[in-house]
């Protein structure tokens, strides 16, 4: 009965039309945090366009990745940072993390040619796009949704541009993944500053002399703590799931659910959003496409594996991961991180 519900729901997926909307306006005016941390995963996201522009033209010539070229990129990263101050972060981490990135969507277009050359660059451009939109909705709450579904538009068409030459089908999904790793490396501080207070004792005597005295104490503190990642929990008939709260945004329309109230979690035994997180026996993960902002999405449930493997969504049947690989909220991959839910 629950996964004929499931299939119930994701059924009008193919009729549904995807329009992007705003949660919330801009905001006024960003705080240097903010401005910090957007300038930051720009830079990054252009680090990422200019090195897989290297791998490109080195593709393109069946050559060796001309130094120069990740020299200049290196540099123009370095400078961009360096302008910035008062968010977290550091130079050499965002560095690390996005040669990581550029190393695995260089894999992800094996060989040389034409056809991996230009799937490199279209990785880079996606890359770049898509902490672009981090960037931007750090400082305009709500553009979330649709510049994710046009930056996935681009990259789909850039890589059937580039023709079929071995590219990993995982692509899509490992740009996302480099999106996370370093958007939420560079996410903006939130500063509070106590007040002053002054205190004055005055004391004075009968006699022929008195004497008064003042004291005064000041007192001034300052808090900094990151603004961690959250989570939201889609309530949809008798089933839920938790993501990225970005990400729920999207999806969560797209298979007719609704946001449940702040601090919610999925609970995996009963199939509702309330206050306490379950998670089940079994992962099941399903293959996705746009307007989804990841190449997949997954849920654990306590069902047979049948309840998983007849789920599909135009992409593939699910398939079933046991043991401890639960769904990650993030990465909607069994085994991702941090742990998410997904219930029939």
């Known amino acids: 009965m629950a996964d004929i519900r499931f299939r119930r729901i994701v059924a ?30 720009k830079a990054a996201g252009k680090k990422i366009k200019a090195k897989m522009g290297c791998q490109s033209k ?6 060796a990745v001309d130094p ?39 894999g992800d277009a094996p060989g040389n040619g034409k056809c991996p050359s230009s799937t490199a660059k279209a990785e880079g451009k996606a890359g770049s796009c ?35 030459c071995g590219q990993s089908p995982t692509i899509q999904a490992d740009v996302h993944n480099c999106r996370d790793s370093i958007s939420a490396a560079l996410q903006p501080t ?27 104490s000041t007192s001034s503190s300052t808090t900094t703590s990151t603004a961690p990642l959250t989570t939201s929990c889609c309530q949809l008939a008798g089933a839920c799931f938790d993501a990225k709260s ?4 999207i999806k969560c329309p797209l298979v007719g659910g609704t946001i449940a109230t702040p601090g919610s979690a999925c609970g995996a035994f009963t199939g509702t959003c309330g206050p306490t997180k379950q998670t089940g026996t079994m992962c099941c993960q399903i293959p996705t ?17 049948t309840a998983c493997t007849s ?34």
Do not use: Y
């Open 12 to 41: 009008t997926l193919g009729v549904v039309a995807f329009v992007a909307t705003s949660a919330s306006s801009a905001l006024a005016g960003a705080t240097p945090a903010q401005k910090c941390a957007a300038s930051r995963q």
């Open 58 to 63: 080195a593709k393109a010539k069946n050559t």
């Open 68 to 106: 120069a070229c990740l020299t200049k990129a290196e540099a123009k990263f370095s400078s961009a940072f360096a302008k910035t101050s008062g968010c977290p972060g550091t130079a050499s981490g965002i560095e690390s993390l996005v040669d990581s990135c550029v190393a695995t969507l260089t």
């Open 130 to 164: 898509e902490l672009g939109c981090t960037a931007k909705e750090i400082t305009k709450p709500g553009s979330l949704a649709g510049c994710h579904a046009k930056c996935d538009g681009k990259l789909s068409s850039g890589i059937a541009k580039a023709g079929a």
């Open 190 to 216: 939130t500063t509070t500053t106590s007040s002053t207070s002054t205190t004055t004792t005055t004391s004075s005597s009968t006699s022929t002399s008195s004497s008064s005295s003042t004291s005064t």
């Open 246 to 249: 970005s990400d729920a945004a």
């Open 289 to 305: 496409g746009p307007p989804f902002p990841h190449a997949s999405l997954c849920f654990d449930s306590n069902a047979p594996p």
């Open 311 to 344: 789920q599909n969504l135009g992409f593939g049947p699910g398939v079933v991961h046991s043991g401890s690989s639960a769904c990650g909220a993030f990465t909607e991959t069994c085994g991702g991180s941090p742990s998410g839910a997904f219930l029939f």
